[in-house]
């Protein structure tokens, strides 16, 4: 059975700090995909970046780069240089077993960024 | 302009009370699905469909139904809405659940059942 932990439910960082939000997975399917969104207080659910599981490289885009750390399990996205605008909640998700439909979630974390 | 389109956005209505959630996506996408979202719990699958006429549940199907008659419609149905079924929805697709595109999101529809 696939899981999706998000264990830190709150975050704060500075305004241009960079800040990493934690998701570790767990599996038994070679081939997998990750995904993180990143939904607004206006209630959307924007799609940031994704990482395969045979992927070679990090994923980057723009600002957000994915830290895959396949044999611990880990997919924390790193934001760097924070805007106010990315005060939001940032959902963690990975795609079911081969032959699976299903986008697993995790809970969330809420991130704000102070001026 | 590529979208999902969910209606209603909001909705109050009472227990029993049957109510259609529609989404319509105009990229020509094969899979769509539907979710829902409570606090603390993150998203989780409702229903989905590979194409059309074919749907299977989600983690959380009890009290639902959907309907996939065409390639860009795939209403949420709550024949006998109940106070635990009050959520945000948001109904999503993707051109293939197997490659790397991600699920594009409705803007939701938050219900309220009373």
């Known amino acids: 059975a696939q899981k999706i932990t998000q264990t830190q439910p709150g975050m704060f960082v500075q305004e241009k700090e960079a800040v990493t939000l934690d998701c570790t997975y767990d599996?038994?399917?070679?081939?997998?995909?990750l995904f993180w969104y990143k939904q607004p207080s206006s209630g959307e659910m924007i799609f940031l970046i994704y990482q395969g599981s045979y992927d070679q490289q990090n994923a980057t885009e723009g600002r957000y780069s994915l830290n895959f750390q396949k044999a611990r399990k880990s997919a924390n996205l790193v934001i760097s240089a924070s805007q106010l605008g990315d005060s939001a909640m940032y959902f963690c998700a990975m795609r079911g077993e081969t032959g699976a439909n299903n986008l697993f979630f995790g809970t969330g974390t809420r991130l704000t960024v102070i001026p | 302009e590529a979208q999902v389109t969910q209606n209603p956005r909001y909705l109050i209505t009472v227990t029993g009370k049957k109510l259609t959630v529609t989404c319509s996506q105009n990229m020509n996408h094969e899979y769509m699905s539907w979710y829902r979202q409570d606090p603390g719990l993150g998203l989780r699958q409702i229903y989905y469909?590979?194409?059309?006429?074919?749907?299977d549940k989600g983690d959380v199907p009890e009290g639902y139904k959907v309907s996939r008659k065409e390639k860009r419609n795939f209403p949420l149905i709550l024949e006998s809405p109940s106070p635990n079924q009050t959520s945000l929805y948001f109904c999503a697709s993707s051109s293939n659940i197997y490659s790397n595109q991600p699920q594009h999101f409705g803007d939701g529809t938050r219900l309220s059942i009373l």
């Open positions: 599996t038994s399917d070679p081939s997998y995909g």
């Open positions: 469909s590979m194409n059309v006429e074919v749907t």
